[in-house]
């Protein structure tokens, strides 16, 4: 009995001691940068010593709610409805993992997998590379359109603030779809598969296996995603944006992510761009525990 009391406390050290280095790497690059926060304090600017630089205490996060106010709700409602088409395409990779664990050829299935799970590992320079030789004035699409007489002048697709929305969000399908169904196809191989089989003997067909005990397993995992997505629901990201902005369509896709660079780094005004991203952070804390509350009392189940 003690040999096996060893041998457990002698496992749990080496897990221990196989976990420090995350948590010093996280402690390092998630903690310790807080200290930054404290230049939302102050009028900083680059070059001048902490201890001579002037205290304003709230200004720069008054100047939000101020002389900022007009821009940033333009920023907010951009990020808004980028988030809010990403949640409402939030099932997609669940769905998509679902049919192709229903493609019985393994090599094809593979092929799939990887051929959809590629684009995330793509830059989205390169995207927008790609997405200007085939969308642009002279680019694919005009090129063939205009020869079939269908068109007689280039749409300039990437210029049109009309479509701005949709063409982005269709842009993050393709990229992240296949990625965001791996855990979904690892959550499905944990689904015990005699519920499958004593399914088809009742007489039940793909569909309805599908529906009734593919769907329910991988509702907790859905859950889970969904919660984190809402946390971060004002976090949609930097560079998809700032690559494909351009001045027809910078009302359209300026985000806050963008707004903070090209105030902080572009205007050096570093004091009220930290002062918007502890805005965000906190903003973005209260709607992570205001989902999970709501979750834990609709379902009985949560994530903190």
């Not at 976990?19 to 230049?39: E, K, N």
């Not at 684009?119 to 005009?142: E, K």
């Not at 959550?187 to 067909?205: P, W």
Request: include cysteine; aromatic fraction near 16%.
């Amino acid at each position: 009995m003690k040999i096996l009391e060893r041998i457990r406390g002698d496992e749990r050290l080496r897990l221990l001691l196989l976990a420090i280095p995350f948590v010093v790497f996280i402690f390092m690059f998630s903690y310790v940068p807080l200290f930054g926060w404290i230049y939302s304090f102050f009028n900083y600017k680059p070059g001048i010593p902490l201890s001579r630089t002037p205290f304003v205490g709230l200004e720069n996060y008054a100047l939000i709610f101020t002389f900022y106010k007009k821009q940033i709700w333009g920023v907010l409602r951009n990020t808004l409805i980028f988030s809010s088409l990403g949640l409402l395409c939030s099932p997609l990779p669940m769905l998509f993992a679902i049919f192709l664990n229903e493609i019985k050829s393994l090599r094809f299935k593979k092929l799939v997998q990887t051929t959809t799970t590629l684009p995330h590992f793509i830059s989205w320079i390169i995207v927008f590379s790609l997405a200007f030789s085939i969308f642009s004035d002279s680019g694919v699409v005009n090129n063939i359109l205009i020869s079939l007489g269908l068109i007689e002048n280039p749409t300039m697709l990437l210029g049109n603030s009309d479509v701005v929305y949709i063409f982005q969000m269709m842009l993050g399908w393709w990229k992240s779809t296949g990625w965001g169904a791996i855990i979904y196809i690892a959550a499905i191989s944990g689904i015990d598969m005699e519920l499958y089989d004593a399914a088809a003997v009742d007489g039940a067909g793909r569909f309805a296996r599908m529906r009734h005990i593919t769907v329910p397993g991988l509702l907790p995992t859905y859950l889970v995603l969904l919660l984190l997505s809402i946390g971060s629901i004002i976090s949609v990201g930097f560079d998809q944006y700032f690559v494909f902005y351009n001045a027809l369509v910078a009302d359209k896709i300026e985000v806050i992510d963008t707004f903070v660079f090209r105030v902080g780094i572009s205007k050096n005004d570093y004091s009220f761009a930290t002062a918007v991203g502890i805005m965000k952070t906190f903003i973005s804390l209260m709607l992570l525990f205001s989902a999970n509350n709501i979750a834990k009392k609709v379902r009985g189940e949560a994530i903190i």
